[in-house]
């Protein structure tokens, strides 16, 4: 993820970096824009997860000598 250490400079990948800026938005926007995500993950095809492949199993063994 891309930071920024102020508005004027360029963004980093630094890890040490955190910047944090706050913004006034109306409840029912967040509401709205929770409500579409909500709706678009519910939507999403479930896959069946792959049948496993059955180990082989190594040939009898016969107790025989030679």
Known sequence: MHRTDSGRS???LDPDIVTRKT??????YVA???EDRVHSLAARHTTTPP???PSRQ??????RSR
Do not use: E, N, Q, Y
């Open 10 to 12: 360029l963004p980093t």
């Open 23 to 28: 913004t006034d938005v109306l409840a029912v």
């Open 32 to 34: 709205g824009a929770l």
């Open 51 to 53: 049948v496993p492949i």
């Open 58 to 63: 190594a040939p009898p063994r016969h107790d």
